[in-house]
């Protein structure tokens, strides 16, 4: 059985996003819980150097989009990086899981060997689809969920990895 440029994309990107709008939601409870701000959470970071919550949402949503369209040949939406509020960051990730929707199989799949050209800073980068995807895409969408998840976590908001995955724990 093989795996498809398609199920290897955007389906992915799709489960991943959901759970990351679930942390988020969990984020929200915990906020008002703590009567914080709500705009403490989206600016924190984990490290002084890193981006804060709401860019490592931003970038993860850029990759997702950006991805799916670039191997399907369609044009990336272009969404402004003015969220501050978890809200805002959730309706980020609802509009991206909203345009994912709109890419089909028929769109992606036979991408692998797809010219991909894509500007990051002054950097012009160059690939084949299949390279795109797994050792470039891939990773650099996990790390900012990734990142995400873990700047909610140090900041005492109750996850676990099964909110990471996406999976529902049992309840007894």
């Given at each position: 059985m093989t795996?498809?440029?398609y199920q290897a994309s955007v389906p992915v990107f799709t489960h991943m996003l959901?759970?990351?709008s679930g942390v988020l939601d969990k984020a929200e409870a915990h906020a008002a819980a703590k009567k914080l701000d709500p705009a403490i959470l989206p600016a924190t970071r984990l490290c002084p150097d890193m981006f804060p919550l709401s860019r490592?949402?931003?970038i993860a949503c850029d990759f997702a989009k950006g991805t799916a369209a670039r191997l399907a040949g369609v044009e990336i939406p272009s969404y402004p990086d003015t969220e501050k509020t978890i809200p805002e960051l959730k309706e980020r990730i609802a509009k991206?899981?909203?345009f994912l929707a709109t890419?089909?199989?028929?769109?992606?799949?036979g991408s692998e060997g797809r010219d991909i050209s894509l500007k990051v800073g002054p950097q012009e980068m160059h690939f084949k689809?299949?390279?795109?995807?797994?050792?470039f895409?891939?990773?650099?969408?996990?790390?900012?969920?990734?990142a995400a998840y873990a700047i909610l976590r140090?900041?005492?908001?109750?996850?676990?990895?099964?909110?990471?995955?996406g999976v529902k724990r049992p309840t007894a």
């Open positions: 795996i498809t440029m959901t759970s990351l490592q949402v931003q991206t899981v909203a890419i089909t199989p028929a769109q992606v799949d689809g299949l390279p795109y995807l797994i050792s895409s891939l990773p650099n969408f996990y790390f900012h969920a990734t140090a900041n005492g908001v109750d996850l676990g990895k099964m909110d990471f995955l």
